[in-house]
């Protein structure tokens, strides 16, 4: 058995120890919000949160995650309201959507360790995170939002 926590929920699986976390997630848990992208690690479509560090799911074996928290794009809020999901629609952001759960996770991470980040900072921590549709300039002014609302607002 396999024991970690998703989303604040304790979740104990009878999987393969050496099973793709991003599977477990999506097959066995059922949260289809992180995506598969290329299984190398490449473009950040998989992105999750393990004990807070931004995590490739589909390179990462479940057995990782024993007695840790994973944090999926569900476990950011369940009503759109934590700050970077409301800039993001307010932004435009997504055109496709499909790097988007990758990109909110791995920008999430940049948030929480840089509150107010430079455009540097953002093309640094976003390196990695490909969007085929090109969205980048409104993902950047969306991080930039989002780091205004925490400040404005206090929360993240």
């Not at 799911?57 to 950011?76: N, Q």
């Not at 800039?87 to 055109?95: C, I, K, N, T």
Request: aromatic fraction near 4%.
């Amino acid at each position: 058995m396999i024991g970690f926590s998703v989303n604040g929920k304790r979740v104990d699986l009878d999987v393969d120890p050496f099973t793709p976390l991003l599977w477990v997630i999506r097959e066995h848990l059922g949260l289809t919000g992180t995506k598969y992208g290329c299984g190398m690690a490449q473009c950040g479509a998989c992105t999750v949160h393990i004990d807070g560090t931004a995590v490739r799911s589909c390179v990462a074996p479940v057995s990782r995650v024993i007695g840790k928290a994973v944090t999926t794009i569900e476990g950011l809020s369940s009503d759109l309201s934590n700050p970077l999901q409301r800039a993001w629609l307010e932004e435009d952001v997504p055109q496709c959507g499909y790097c988007q759960s990758g990109q909110l996770m791995s920008a999430a991470v940049l948030l929480r360790d840089k509150p107010t980040p430079t455009d540097e900072d953002i093309d640094q921590a976003m390196t990695g995170n490909i969007c085929r549709c090109g969205t980048y300039p409104r993902i950047r002014r969306a991080i930039h939002r989002a780091a205004g609302l925490v400040a404005k607002e206090g929360t993240r």
